[in-house]
């Protein structure tokens, strides 16, 4: 019995030597004595080691129930309590399915108390549970559940070597002794691979995305892409446009937004996509690029890219948030620009920015009617410096530099200039939400670049819908204006129903003239507008030169949008004006335009493009139809059952025939010189759109 002991007290010191290099091993001979009062543990993470064995013994999970600081900041108080303490809460939305529930409102739990020298001390505790105790099945809490820094590299280095991640789990249940000693279950490597495993920028990885590029441009002379090296030849930065996205942007490259948020979210490595709006008001590609980092010469350079794919032409107005450093490479590259930030991002740090002070509601209140109420530059500077003065606000830094760079996001002073009806980069955003379909955490970035395209596709479907709605069907007119069919006539639907608002929300605006000088006419809108509970009227100025029939107000939703809006609106059929000039009717809005990138394919590498995939996708097709016939009954279900295995044994002697008739293949007398249209010659003309940027 002694040398028992002895044995496997030695055992146990061989495990204990081995937890650096192996993982951990349960041993649930080694009894933890239960809490009592007066205990004392020499830190924190004793006593939360401890209370976790214990209940690892008993069977059930560790959750921290309540803890309390002291006036240094430090843990005062804490309370650990069994995981099933408190009520449940329902939060299924469909009461058909609800969640399972856990919660028993068990009072199992120890407090302690932090004394001195950091070491803390059980002051009160309650051990008996109100549920049921399971030893054996401890190992699946999520408390229980620990992977050690070298199961994670074995992990890892598996992934790396295609090792499938059941077979990678299976050595490590072998190496652990079996499922009951295992710390971690096969979800959690599951969970931390798909956590690790990122689009990486691998030196294979790039060569195959550059030979993908260079069969994309062999088949399309206008797909364009740019790989930007490092001075060890390793890939750092990557831009592409296929030929349709080029040939957009001659239609809707005057706005554009840029967005670096989506896959620094997702993959931590920027997915960098420039967004427009098409004639339907929707979100189309114009580029895309995949960039290692943030800074000013990684942004020069993309957008320098961009740049060259397009021509030369830089766009009229870019969207971006408020990096730093891409304000400094738009500055350089597109110096002409109109540089917005986005609205938004800068409206949700309202909170974080001024929920400290003590009249916070009064001040995002006035802040938000500075911003959205302020119809010219000069009512916001006098809305803005009355709120200043008034909460005493002149040491708010994030206030300050806002208001110094005004003129790049407040909509007073940039709705002089066109933005196609985007304020905000959530055009980007909603394009990020269209490719979630076809990336996720495992994406390589070859794969990446070919699901690209497949998503690209899907949103040229939709625009083409889009197109074949908009002649194959029309919104009727509410009213009997001219104007109304002008726009029915001529715009898509989506824009048609703007202008639709427009027209109805005329109703609410009163007309008052205010002078006359000549063919010149000045005219104070009165519109009633409903904000919450409350009615308020808002004043506008409009401007007509009745000469050349130019109408201008104060709002301007037509520079800013391209739409025409009620107080205009109202003031032309004031004077009588029932058909609107052509140069209120934009082109970017018209459905009955050609536009030459709808005429631009879009896959080059597709596998349907194949005879013999078209032949294959033709036949299922076919026997689809057939077998929805032939299901009907068992008499022609037996007849084409029949019918298929005749056809079998036909194709199969056909094939066997026409083996049987091959000869030794003959060397051709004919010139085998690479003709026109080939790949040398086309990867001779295909290189002129080839980048390679080296940066030292």
């Excluded at 990446?448 to 009727?476: G, H, I, M, R």
């Excluded at 010149?520 to 904000?531: A, M, R, T, W």
Aim: glycine content about 6%.
């Amino acid at each position: 019995m002694e040398e028992d002991a002895l044995s496997s007290s030695s055992s146990m010191e061989v495990v204990e030597e081995q937890k650096e290099n192996e993982m951990e091993i349960v041993n649930l001979e080694d009894k933890v004595e239960a809490p009592k009062i007066g205990m004392t543990f020499s830190s924190y993470d004793e006593l939360y080691d401890y209370y976790i064995r214990y209940a690892k013994q008993l069977g059930f999970a560790v959750c921290i129930r309540s803890s309390t600081k002291g006036d240094d900041g430090e843990l005062k108080y804490i309370t650990l309590a069994c995981s099933r303490s408190g009520h449940s809460q329902h939060t299924s939305k469909n009461i058909f399915r609800p969640h399972p529930i856990t919660k028993t409102n068990c009072q199992a739990k120890i407090r302690a108390i932090s004394i001195d020298g950091g070491s803390w001390q059980v002051n009160s505790l309650s051990l008996n549970h109100n549920h049921g105790l399971s030893p054996g099945k401890a190992q699946f809490y999520q408390c229980n559940r620990v992977m050690r820094p070298y199961v994670k590299r074995k992990l890892e280095m598996n992934d790396k070597t295609g090792i499938r991640m059941n077979k990678s789990y299976n050595a490590c249940v072998v190496e652990a002794g079996g499922h009951e000693n295992m710390t971690f279950l096969e979800k959690d490597c599951r969970n931390y691979i798909e956590k690790v495993r990122r689009l990486r920028l691998g030196q294979g990885d790039a060569a195959a995305v550059q030979d993908y590029f260079l069969k994309m441009q062999a088949n399309n002379t206008n797909f364009f892409y740019a790989m930007d090296l490092d001075e060890k030849a390793r890939l750092k930065n990557l831009f592409w446009a296929d030929a349709r996205s080029r040939a957009a942007y001659e239609e809707f490259g005057d706005v554009v937004t840029f967005d670096t948020t989506y896959l620094t979210n997702k993959y931590d490595m920027p997915f960098t996509p420039f967004v427009g709006v098409n004639h339907h008001g929707h979100s189309i590609l114009l580029g895309c690029g995949l960039i290692s980092n943030e800074d000013t010469d990684t942004f020069t350079w993309l957008f320098q890219t961009w740049l060259t794919c397009m021509s030369g032409r830089a766009p009229s107005g870019i969207i971006t948030d408020q990096d730093k450093a891409m304000k400094k490479a738009i500055e350089k590259v597109f110096p002409n620009t109109r540089h917005r930030w986005c609205l938004w991002h800068i409206m949700k740090k309202i909170p974080e920015k001024l929920k400290g002070y003590k009249e916070y509601e009064s001040i995002k209140f006035i802040f938000q009617k500075a911003v959205y109420d302020t119809l010219s530059p000069n009512e916001f500077e006098c809305s803005w410096n009355s709120m200043i003065e008034k909460y005493k606000l002149h040491g708010n830094e994030w206030l300050l530099g806002m208001y110094t760079e005004r003129h790049r996001w407040v909509p007073a002073f940039v709705k002089d200039n066109f933005w196609a009806g985007m304020s905000t980069t959530q055009r980007s955003e909603s394009m990020h939400a269209f490719f979630d379909g076809y990336v996720n955490v495992k994406t390589t970035l070859k794969q990446f670049v070919e699901q690209y395209e497949n998503a690209l596709k899907d949103k040229v479907q939709k625009e083409t819908q889009e197109d074949f709605n908009c002649f194959n069907s029309w919104l009727p007119c509410i009213t009997h204006y001219d104007m109304e069919k002008q726009f029915a006539d001529a715009y898509t639907t989506a824009k048609f129903k703007e202008f639709q608002m427009e027209l109805i929300g005329k109703i609410y605006c009163s007309l008052f003239p205010i002078k006359e000088d000549g063919t010149f006419s000045e005219y104070k809108v009165l519109e009633d507008v409903k904000i919450g509970d409350s009615q308020q009227s808002v004043n506008f100025t409009v401007l007509l030169n009745e000469k050349d029939c130019e109408v201008k107000c104060n709002c301007r939703l037509f520079e800013s949008r391209g739409i025409l809006c009620r107080h205009a609106i109202v003031t032309l059929l004031h004077n009588k004006v029932y058909r609107i000039p052509e140069r209120y009717i934009m082109r970017r809005w018209r459905k009955d335009v050609k536009r030459c990138h709808t005429r631009v394919r879009i896959s080059y590498s597709d596998y349907s493009a194949k005879a013999e995939a078209k032949r294959f996708d033709s036949l299922c097709n076919s026997f689809h139809e057939v077998a929805d016939m032939a299901s009907e009954s068992e008499d022609k279900f037996n007849l084409v059952i029949t019918w298929v295995g005749e056809m079998k044994n036909n194709l199969k002697h056909t094939e066997g025939i026409c083996r049987s008739n091959q000869t030794t293949p003959k060397v051709s007398t004919e010139n085998n010189s690479v003709g026109e249209g080939h790949g040398i010659s086309n990867e001779s003309k295909n290189i002129l759109t080839l980048i390679i940027s080296f940066s030292f």
